[in-house]
């Protein structure tokens, strides 16, 4: 795995991409809306989003918990993102989640997103087309989470706390964002000659 494909065009979105996205989204429907806020506050997979039920967020603790679907060998493997207060605001208003959460039963399992992945997948890429997103290999739904991880390392998050984030087992698959060029590594590079003549 890389940040760059066999072409050297990256992966990820930037995080002006990312911004628009977000912004682009902020106009979608209520559920599209959601879906993608998920996708880029928190670098899941979109299947992993697509799980996601009223019980797999913890507003008190301000997490989203996800299974992790990459470690097949353990299939009760589970990851806590925390989120900003805001994209729980909006779940919990479009989705009812304080409501649902409150009544056990069949409504509180039910997969929040009646999308199936080619659907989501569609989703996510008409809100990227509204948001002028440039064609190329970092514009889909993997290129969010990229987009995430890079991000991440951009503001110094530990590569350990990444890793638990986005449900790497090891954490050199995830040292592989520190790998990003244009204004991520400006910026990198801007703080460490901080101070300097």
């Not at 997948?121 to 064609?135: C, F, H, L, S, T």
């Not at 986005?166 to 101070?195: C, D, F, K, P, V």
């Amino acid at each position: 795995m890389d940040v760059f494909d066999a072409h050297g065009k990256r992966l990820y979105c930037t995080d002006d991409e990312c911004k628009a996205f977000r912004e682009a989204a902020a106009k979608a429907p209520r559920e599209v809306r959601t879906f993608c806020l998920v996708l880029c506050y928190t670098g899941c997979r979109i299947t992993e989003a697509l799980e996601l039920a009223p019980g797999s967020i913890d507003l008190a603790a301000r997490v989203i918990v996800f299974r992790s679907l990459k470690k097949r060998k353990d299939k009760k493997s589970y990851r806590a993102v925390l989120v900003p207060p805001a994209l729980l605001d909006i779940l919990n208003l479009v989705h009812n989640l304080a409501m649902r959460q409150k009544q056990p039963g069949k409504d509180s399992l039910q997969a929040l997103w009646p999308f199936s992945r080619t659907t989501a997948w569609r989703k996510v890429q008409e809100v990227m087309d509204a948001a002028g997103i440039e064609d190329g290999p970092h514009k889909c739904p993997l290129g969010l989470r990229h987009g995430f991880a890079v991000h991440a390392i951009n503001t110094g998050v530990p590569l350990n706390m990444l890793s638990k984030w986005l449900g790497h087992s090891r954490i050199e698959t995830t040292a592989i964002y520190a790998n990003a060029t244009g204004a991520e590594q400006y910026s990198m590079a801007a703080r460490m000659w901080e101070g300097e003549a």
